[in-house]
């Protein structure tokens, strides 16, 4: 019989860590969408409560889109805190995606009902915060609110994209969520691109076909 996959659920070790240095408040950061080809990125900051565990918790790209909108359910319904912000397409045309993004992380640790005085955030680099922070490569597997974090901006995202779909449907949104699919850099070179696509990331697409430039 074949083995039935795992899913491990990751651990508050850092946030705890955390704790023992001093800190009360501590929440965990990651992002969505800084790869598609439209759509806005997508942040959460989660602040879970000390001890809490919730089953089958982890990087939202190891889990089923079932499993990740049943989690983003609980997550809210555990957290001490969380906030989604995103920043859409046409402000990460003009600052590129990178500042978007710390952009979207700022606002979301803004955003938490409850201050947080510490932030754990996925990746190498960080914004410039008000408070100190901790980056963990690999972090959405390793902690349990980075992980949380990324469920929740996740699933935000994929419904957004769902819904994108629904107002244009001819470059199918709601399967590669705006990701740079054959299928979809197909339909922007037949149909051009919609209002939502980011379009300093379409330019290398029209570098290689000039003739279908708008």
């Known amino acids: 019989m074949p083995r039935k996959r795992e899913i491990t659920t990751v651990t508050q070790d850092y946030e705890q860590a955390a704790r023992e240095q ?12 800084r790869g598609p080809l439209a759509g806005p990125v997508v942040a959460a900051a989660v602040i879970l409560p000390e001890g809490c565990v919730i089953d089958g918790l982890n990087d939202s790209k190891k889990l089923t889109e079932k499993r990740r909108e049943a ?4 997550i809210c319904g555990k957290a001490l805190a969380y906030a989604i912000a995103s920043v ?4 990460i045309d003009e600052i590129n995606i990178l500042q978007a993004t710390y952009q979207a992380m700022t606002q979301a640790i803004a955003g938490l009902s409850l201050p947080a005085d510490f932030a754990l955030i996925d990746g190498n680099r960080a914004p410039m915060l008000d408070i100190p ?3 963990i490569v690999g972090g959405d597997a390793k902690s349990a609110s980075i992980a ?3 469920i929740l901006a996740k699933v935000t995202r994929d419904r957004y994209m769902v819904e994108m779909d629904a107002k244009y449907p001819v470059y199918g949104f709601a399967g590669h969520k705006g990701y740079g699919t054959k299928a979809h850099t197909e339909a922007i070179l037949a149909h051009g691109p919609s209002p939502i696509h980011r379009m300093t990331f379409l330019k290398k ?5 000039p003739e279908a430039r708008p």
């Open 22 to 33: 001093g800190f009360g408040a501590v929440c965990g950061v990651d992002e969505a969408g």
């Open 205 to 209: 697409l029209y570098d290689k076909h």
């Open 71 to 74: 989690l983003y359910d609980e």
């Open 133 to 135: 922070c901790q980056c």
């Open 148 to 150: 949380a974090a990324s």
């Open 88 to 91: 859409d397409h046409t402000v």
